[in-house]
């Protein structure tokens, strides 16, 4: 057995595993998140894609003590503690992204992966991102337009407000009385 430190969706654990142990199933077996899928078991398929110090990681391809020391985002870290979904998952969601939804969760998580990287992709660019996360349900359309939505969010989100002064604008005097 080895002794491991993660800190996962926000909680710290330190465990004893199995040094051959996957991660996938200590997510799912040990930590109860079940929201990562089992899809594979060989990397294939992408459903049981997660962040591991920010880089999204198909999880049946890393041990558990692998993630020793780092921070695991599941697709349940995702949504804010009042329980406010992500863009990402709301999206999805307004698009009907999903079917059966069992690759919905490494969709996401690539796809946030992808956005952090390019937040403003072609859908060709998504495609590319999300290649590796196999879909058998809904042919990918509603996919790509949903990450793209949930980018566009994201964008006017972290656009200023309308007559916001840019922070190295500098103030205006007119009118104020002092020299101009």
């Known amino acids: ?3 491991i430190s993660v800190k996962v969706d926000g909680t710290a654990y ?3 595993v199995e040094p051959r142990l ?7 077996d040990r930590l109860g998140l079940t929201g990562t899928p089992v899809g594979c078991d060989t990397t294939n ?3 049981c ?22 921070e695991v985002t599941t697709i ?4 804010s503690a009042d329980g406010e979904w992500h863009p990402l998952q709301r999206a999805f969601h307004e698009q009907h992204a999903l079917q059966c939804g069992f690759c919905t969760p490494g969709m996401i998580m690539a796809a946030r ?8 992709p072609t859908p060709e660019e998504v495609r590319e991102g999300l290649e590796g996360n196999l879909c058998r349900c809904t042919g990918y359309m509603n996919i790509v337009r949903a990450v793209l939505a949930a980018a566009a969010e994201e964008r ?3 656009a200023p407000e309308p007559g916001a002064v840019a922070e190295h604008a500098e103030p205006s005097t007119a009118g104020s009385g002092a020299p101009v």
């Open 45 to 47: 398929c992408g459903a």
């Open 49 to 70: 894609m997660v962040d591991l110090d920010g880089k999204s990681v198909k999880s049946c391809s890393v041990l558990a003590v692998q993630a020793d020391g780092g």
């Open 76 to 79: 349940q870290g995702l949504a």
């Open 156 to 158: 006017r989100h972290r």
């Open 1 to 3: 057995m080895t002794r």
């Open 113 to 120: 992966d992808l956005l952090r990287e390019n937040p403003d």
């Open 14 to 16: 330190e465990d004893e």
């Open 22 to 28: 996957l991660l996938v199933h200590y997510l799912r």
